[in-house]
């Protein structure tokens, strides 16, 4: 899954990360797992 500067995050990959989030996962693993670039997950974990 790519993600491009005006498409958001699904809610279903929200509920994911911040699933993965709870669980101590890093950002670059939480990168991996989801194919979200780390950039907007950092912005999304920050939001």
């Not at 491009?4 to 669980?23: A, D, F, T, W, Y």
């Amino acid at each position: 899954m790519q993600y491009h500067q005006n498409q958001g995050i699904s809610q279903r990959s929200q509920v994911l990360i911040e699933k993965l989030v709870l669980g101590r996962f890093t950002i670059a693993e939480i990168a991996k797992i989801t194919g979200i670039p780390e950039q907007w997950l950092q912005s999304y974990i920050n939001a």
